[in-house]
């Protein structure tokens, strides 16, 4: 099989495959023991919603400088108010490039109407009254890319929306994989790609990169996440998609959320 992958995509958009059998160490939740991933407002370890393995060619990933990238992130504080960035510096470290703590608190405009300590306990509240969790029982993951014809369809879905019969040819095409697939427009489970962004696509330069006065080098969306009742997946308070963005040079990743 072959795939055109267009300019700033680093794979063709593909579904999960929970528990599949594949010989990459592709896993979604688990928890870990990585250095340097503890959250630097919870001070407990990051929440690791999913692995990569490098190895596998349909991530597409080059210069191959680890085998395993960590998709980590917390929403049980205010972190997840910014950006989150860190390098993965080997497949059992990181290093924390960017984060909201309360030094950037204090300088940004929520700290006029709540304090730091609020704040804590308001993001807590919420993710403990609703996920309750900070980590998920470890299970494998595989990926299949869409067909050409699907990926069509989910394009247009995106972007004009589908006809009656092109909800229905999508809807034919979907009952092939083997588990259900929300048809787009709605934020869905999916690595690479474009995904469906209620909020619009995320797009920037890697940070890292532009630090060390490198040139500006685009960040490719890896990862897009979500809750999922039909996969038991429950990654986040509701109505949240989480986003993973990382830099082919540095292996820099950057995590957000927005609405969906
Ligand atoms: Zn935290
Ligand atoms: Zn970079």
């Known amino acids: 099989m072959s795939f055109f992958i267009p300019a700033r995509q680093l794979t063709p958009g593909c579904t ?8 990459y160490e592709h896993a979604i939740g688990g928890s870990h023991n990585i250095a340097g991933a503890d959250c ?69 405009r929520e700290s006029s109407h709540i304090t730091w300590p609020a704040a804590i306990a308001k993001v807590r509240k919420e993710w403990e009254s609703y996920v309750g969790v900070s980590s998920w029982p470890r299970r494998s993951l595989g990926f299949r890319p869409y067909s050409e014809r699907l990926q069509q369809l989910f394009d247009k879905a995106m972007s004009a929306g589908l006809k009656k019969e092109e909800k229905d ?7 092939g994989y083997s588990r259900q697939i929300p048809i787009v427009p709605q934020p869905i489970n999916q690595m690479g790609g474009i995904p469906y962004c209620p909020q619009g696509v995320p797009t920037g330069c890697c940070l890292t990169c532009l630090q060390k006065k490198d040139r500006a080098r685009p960040m490719r969306i890896v990862m897009s996440l979500t809750n999922e009742p039909l996969l038991n997946l429950k990654v986040s308070v509701p109505s949240v998609q989480i986003l993973f963005l990382i830099c082919l040079k540095c292996y820099t990743v950057t995590a957000i959320n927005r609405l969906s």
């Open 16 to 23: 999960f495959e929970l528990d599949s059998e594949t010989r």
């Open 40 to 108: 630097p407002n919870c001070r407990l370890p990051l929440i690791l919603h999913c692995t990569l393995d490098v190895d596998d060619p349909l991530l597409n990933i080059p210069n191959r400088k680890t085998k395993l990238i960590p998709l980590l992130y917390c929403m049980r504080c205010p972190l997840a108010w910014f950006e989150f960035s860190y390098r993965v510096t080997n497949s059992s470290s990181i290093r924390i490039c960017e984060a909201f703590t309360e030094n950037r608190f204090l300088k940004s």
């Open 169 to 175: 040819e999508c809807q034919l095409l979907l009952n």
